[in-house]
């Protein structure tokens, strides 16, 4: 994430989506600087630790992480936590939360979990969220506190701003 961020700051910033659209499929780059519509302002890299990525979020609001996404692909709602996932990270999303919920068989306490807002539409998994098991007994369960990042940034356009 960091990286992107450091050359969103370099090229200025982003276009719309429908200036830019998604294709999914690798080309040339066709940005045009004329279109910018948000711009990063500064960012910071949190760091890799729960309690230190809980108090940001608090402070901050949402951060952008990576994860593993191996295992979003079939997933429709609860706390997941899979047995084994890997740490390599191939999805940017938003950590928006956390909580506790339901019971973890092993020691009759609420299970600890991260709230995480994807970019696959509101008809994936819960409403357009994932929530992925935390806590000590499974800290960075698919790479979630791998890469976390607090970010600043500005909309241009007067239409994003009438929304915010």
Known sequence: ???????LLKSGGLEREKDYPYTGKDGTCKFDKSKIDASVQNYSVVA??????????VKYGP??????AAY????????????ICGRHLDHGVLLVGYGASGFAPSRFKE???WIVKNSWGENWGDQGYYKICRGSNVRNKC????????????????EEQALV
């Open 143 to 158: 790479g979630v506190d791998s890469m976390v990042s607090t970010v600043s940034a500005t909309h241009s356009s007067k």
């Open 1 to 7: 994430m960091a990286s992107a961020f450091s050359y």
């Open 63 to 68: 951060l952008a992480i990576g994860i593993n």
């Open 111 to 113: 299970k600890p979990y």
């Open 48 to 57: 890799v630790d729960e309690e230190q990525i809980a108090a940001n979020l």
């Open 72 to 83: 979003m692909q079939t997933y429709i709602g609860g706390v997941s936590c899979p047995y």
